[in-house]
């Protein structure tokens, strides 16, 4: 993991080059400051965090004319305001949103705002989707899709990781994923990896275990497999889809517990999707030892 700081102009220009591609920084906002975080995965991929005061960057006729390794910068915008212009297109980006670019086309960079973003960068040539395609995409805002959160939760999760050690195996999932969202665009199903796959259910039963509903059915539906295929993936977890059900909704129950003191059990039981309060606590005491109530109390006071 590298981190690189900037207090000027020539600063931010020095840290986005060395951290992307070259590119020129012509304006920066009084008082300006910029922070890189940068997780190398492969010689030519990368993961980064972007936050930094207002500014205008841009990539060159002439720089991207001579890019030697052509690599897409798919980026998740988390706050303030961005515009990217490319092709032709401008896209106006709100957090939640994404979008990516291409570094053999010239492109512009512009913060009227303080801003925070994550930033994946990986090699044209790594990705499924042809260069064609990339080039259609450049600068088109998505917005916050299934697919797509899921590709930000697990780039945000191996940054904050910063696993160096299993970068290899985390960079062919965090591609297979991207190439998974893109295809998404089309409404086209891209198989992955028992791997790539695996992630991808876990985070999503993460992101949906408050919904009563969620259940192994509903799981294989939502990933176009069979239920067989599905518990095939967790076949070497020793953890069926239905146990990580309950341990999401477990999980989410600990943390309203001990910060929401004074809210009813039966309503976090509610929210974190059982059908009822004594499924709950029957389902909670299984997991933890302990009933909701004697969890709450024996828990460090939050504030």
Known sequence: MTHLQALSADEWEYAVSQSFVPLRVSRVSSGFTGA????????????????????????????????????????AHLGGQARVTQNSSVSEQKPGQSVLYVTHRPYELAFP?????????????????????????ASRSFEPTTPFRLLRTFLTGLLEAHDDDNAGGLARIALELLDVALASLD???????????????????????????????????????????????????GQ?????????????????????????????????????????TRTFKAKTGLGPGAYRRKAPVHS
């Open 240 to 280: 069926s889809p239905a146990d990580m059900i309950r341990e999401a909704r477990v999980d989410r129950a600990k943390r309203l517990l001990v910060t929401e003191l004074h809210r009813p059990i039966a309503s976090i039981a509610h929210e974190c999707g059982f059908s009822d309060p004594t499924t709950f």
């Open 36 to 75: 890189i975080s940068r997780l190398r995965l492969t010689p030519h991929s990368a993961i980064s965090r972007v936050k930094s005061a207002g500014s205008v960057l841009e990539r060159t006729p002439s720089a991207a004319l001579s890019a030697e390794t052509p690599s897409v910068l798919f980026v």
């Open 113 to 137: 705002t303080a801003i925070d973003e994550l930033v994946y960068q990986v090699p044209v040539s790594g990705l499924s989707t042809s260069p064609r395609r990339l080039d259609a995409l």
């Open 187 to 237: 409404g086209v199903h891209r198989t992955t990896s028992p791997e790539t796959a695996l992630v991808s259910v876990k985070q999503f039963i993460r992101e949906h275990a408050n919904d009563a509903a969620l259940d192994p059915a509903a799981i294989a539906a939502a990933f176009h497999i069979s239920l067989r295929h599905l518990y095939n993936l967790f076949a070497e977890t």
